[in-house]
């Protein structure tokens, strides 16, 4: 059923997730650390990977955003909400990263928020055993894509690693909260698409 609150909140959500600086309660990781030496090379790779964190992290408070606004059960709402606000962190730490590396966020950053949102509302009009599970695979992917960054990161740049190791924990906690509350696995035809859409955006926000 339509509830413009729920909706007023959700584009309350975008504006914050788009315009405003991000918050975080906890210390950011690695900001004991020292600045590494990078060389240029070392610089850009790193910058670009960090952008790629952060659209990441814009898709999921959109996702998370628009599961809660269609979810039937409470609890369920409460559940995804708590996950964007903790995956609000992770949006300040990328965020604070990328400008200590001189790059910039992704120009793409409000259509990857619309659509992402859009597919977080169908998700939760499937229901919320569905909708939990899109939420789990979701962060099962993620975990994947920040093990490659770990690979991929210069290894000197001890700063960013910290961020992205923590991240990885962090987005494992949330699928395994998605699926004790009884998200159901998805099908593999949708996690392929998933895949392959998660692809796109990751190509187009390494250089945009």
Same mark, same amino acid.
């Given at each position: 059923?339509?509830?413009?609150?729920?909706?007023?909140? &959700?584009?309350?959500? /975008?504006?914050?997730?788009? +315009?405003?600086?991000?918050?975080?309660?906890?210390?950011?990781?690695? !900001?004991?650390?020292?600045?590494? *030496? +990078?060389?240029?090379? *070392?610089?850009?790779? !790193?910058?670009?990977?960090?952008?790629?964190?952060?659209?990441?992290?814009?898709?999921?408070?959109?996702?998370?955003? @628009?599961?809660?606004? #269609?979810?039937? $059960?409470?609890?369920?709402?409460? #559940?995804?909400?708590?996950?964007?606000?903790?995956? #609000? *962190? %992770?949006?300040?730490?990328?965020?604070?990263r990328i400008t200590e590396l001189g790059g910039h966020k992704?120009?793409l950053n409000p259509l990857w928020y619309g659509g992402s949102?859009?597919? @977080?509302?169908?998700?939760? #009009?499937?229901?919320?055993?569905? $909708?939990?599970?899109?939420?789990?695979?979701?962060?099962?992917?993620?975990? /994947?894509?920040?093990? &490659? %960054?770990?690979?991929?990161?210069?290894? $000197?740049?001890?700063?960013?690693? /910290?961020?992205?190791?923590?991240?990885?924990?962090?987005? /494992? !906690? %949330?699928?395994?909260?998605?699926? !004790? %509350?009884?998200?159901?696995?998805?099908?593999?035809?949708?996690?392929?698409?998933?895949?392959? @859409?998660?692809?796109?955006?990751?190509?187009?926000?390494?250089?945009?």
């Amino acid at each position: 059923m339509f509830n413009i609150d729920k909706f007023i909140i &959700g584009f309350d959500g /975008a504006l914050r997730t788009l +315009l405003a600086p991000a918050q975080t309660l906890r210390s950011v990781p690695g !900001s004991d650390l020292p600045e590494a *030496e +990078l060389t240029d090379a *070392e610089r850009k790779e !790193s910058t670009a990977l960090m952008r790629i964190n952060h659209v990441g992290e814009v898709c999921a408070q959109a996702l998370y955003q @628009g599961q809660a606004t #269609t979810a039937q $059960n409470a609890v369920i709402q409460q #559940t995804l909400m708590q996950a964007a606000r903790e995956e #609000t *962190e %992770h949006l300040a730490w990328t965020e604070r990263r990328i400008t200590e590396l001189g790059g910039h966020k992704s120009l793409l950053n409000p259509l990857w928020y619309g659509g992402s949102f859009m597919i @977080g509302v169908i998700a939760g #009009t499937l229901g919320d055993k569905w $909708n939990l599970g899109f939420l789990a695979e979701t962060e099962y992917q993620v975990g /994947a894509h920040l093990a &490659g %960054h770990l690979q991929r990161l210069p290894h $000197n740049d001890e700063k960013s690693r /910290a961020i992205v190791v923590q991240m990885q924990l962090d987005e /494992a !906690s %949330h699928a395994a909260m998605a699926m !004790s %509350h009884g998200g159901a696995e998805l099908p593999l035809p949708v996690k392929l698409a998933m895949k392959m @859409g998660s692809k796109v955006m990751t190509r187009t926000a390494y250089w945009v």
